[in-house]
């Protein structure tokens, strides 16, 4: 309409006019009655709010006439899982792996974490799975107990792996994941984070090392072969990724024996609170929001003196009086 571009020369004709080369106003115009046709044309129009990056993906798909795949998909979704699992896959952790986010494949991998936390275990990963469970947690709690595990273990992969990290390809990474979050339950790991890294890094060292031996025929370690058959079929299966994951975490124990086991009673008994009150008198030990104030019976936490997460035993030993402020205060700060 600015009379800045005119049409092509290879144009067909309409109702009998030349079109090539016609500009709308200007020179050789368009007819008065095509410039009203041009004119009240409706257009359709839809804004993308994406990066650079997404726009030039998703151009590149609508001109090939690429189908959606199942991520995809399930991104069109309303409700809060698809709102938890697309805030989760911007997780700083993702950006260690080897691969890029391409085609939500970061939300794949969030909403197959999230089955399996859900699941409380190994289970199929498979896509029909995943989607039942958009479908059936609609309303999912994105400050809940699994919402916040989920982060929490992320969290902890990310201080263990903060560098790129090529050897973290997607099977190994939701093996790890199960991994760390049986670990974060169960074992005293917190000071453990070389330790991970250096174990991960050296399996896999071993682990391509084994397959060369085996592509040239020589003597490999068998156990090796059947861990890399589960990487690479049919990896979202429950029997790929059961077997995944027993065969990766008693490799991790037999390389760190020394792993302790948590307390399981994390949470002090009745008999245990009364004792720890009576033997600080109520008054708060940990001072950090206040400077020893007398706890009233039914306003204080029985605190551990060492770390629940770190090893630390639930006993009267190593129990002490806090008022919730500096309870909060001391949890913030670990």
């Known amino acids: 309409m600015s009379n ?3 049409l092509g020369k290879d144009m067909d004709q309409i109702d009998g006019v030349d079109m090539s080369n016609l500009k709308y106003s200007k020179e ?16 359709d ?25 199942a991520q995809e998909k399930r991104n069109a979704m309303s409700g809060n899982m698809r709102n938890f699992v697309k805030t989760i896959a911007k997780h700083k952790f993702f950006d260690s792996c080897k691969r890029k986010n391409t085609r939500y ?8 974490m999230t089955k399996l936390e859900i699941n409380g275990g190994p289970c199929s990963i498979k896509n029909g799975d995943l989607n039942k469970m958009y479908a059936e947690n609609t309303g999912f709690d994105e400050k809940g107990r699994k919402a916040k595990k ?11 792996f903060p560098q790129k990290t090529p050897e973290l390809e997607w099977s190994a990474v939701i093996t790890l994941y199960m991994i760390f979050s049986s670990l974060l339950d169960k074992y005293v790991i917190t000071e ?8 991960f890094i050296e399996f896999e060292e071993y682990r391509r090392g084994e397959v060369v031996k085996f592509r ?17 079929h049919s990896t979202d299966s429950v029997e790929s990724v059961k077997g995944r994951y027993e065969f990766l975490f008693r490799h991790l124990l037999e390389y760190m024996p020394e792993l302790e086991l948590k307390d399981n009673n994390r949470l002090f008994s009745e008999e245990q609170r009364r004792a720890i009150y009576r033997k600080y008198n109520g008054i708060c030990q940990i001072k950090i929001k206040c400077n020893g104030e007398k706890c009233d019976w039914g306003n204080w936490h029985a605190d551990h003196i060492k770390p629940w997460s770190k090893g630390g035993k639930t006993t ?5 009086v806090s008022c919730p402020a500096c309870n909060a205060a001391k949890g913030a700060n670990n």
């Open 150 to 160: 989920i982060k929490r273990t992320l969290d902890f992969l990310y201080s263990c």
């Open 105 to 112: 494949v970061f939300e794949q991998i969030v909403a197959q």
């Open 316 to 320: 009267v030993e190593n129990g002490q």
């Open 45 to 69: 129009i839809v804004i993308i709010e994406a990066d650079e990056e997404e726009v030039r993906e998703m151009f590149l798909r609508l001109q090939n006439g690429t189908s959606l795949n």
């Open 4 to 6: 800045e571009f005119d």
């Open 28 to 43: 050789k115009a368009l007819p008065s009655k095509l410039r009203r046709s041009f004119d009240i044309y409706p257009l």
């Open 192 to 199: 453990k984070k070389t330790e991970l890294n250096n174990w």
């Open 216 to 232: 040239e025929e020589e003597e490999c370690d068998p156990e090796i072969l059947h861990y890399e058959t589960l990487v690479s």
